[in-house]
């Protein structure tokens, strides 16, 4: 298992416990690099280090993430978009 990249709280099962917030930056890059249709929630739960159940509280389907991220990038306004592509699917 990867290991995490927020600084969500480690639980005694090793998995972390994940704010909606990290969920949605984290899963930037990984659509970015597979695609809305590829990417799963196992995927995304591998990348944070913790488990789908933990996604779930969140979220109910990768299409409600992909929908929080789209609404991240965009939201704010364009320079918010330009950030992320320039940065690697990252927002600054």
């Known amino acids: ?45 591998m990348e944070m280090g913790t488990d789908i159940a933990t996604l779930n509280k969140y979220f109910s389907s990768v299409d409600d993430i992909y929908n929080d991220v789209i609404a991240t990038i965009i939201g704010g306004n364009e320079l918010d978009a330009l950030s992320v592509i320039k940065n690697k699917g990252r927002l600054k």
Do not use: C, R
């Open 1 to 45: 298992m990867k290991t995490a990249k927020n600084t969500g709280t480690k639980l005694a099962n090793s998995y972390v416990l994940v704010t909606k917030e990290e969920v949605v930056q984290t899963a930037i890059p990984v659509f970015f690099q597979k695609g809305s249709v590829n990417t799963t929630l196992l995927d995304l739960a």
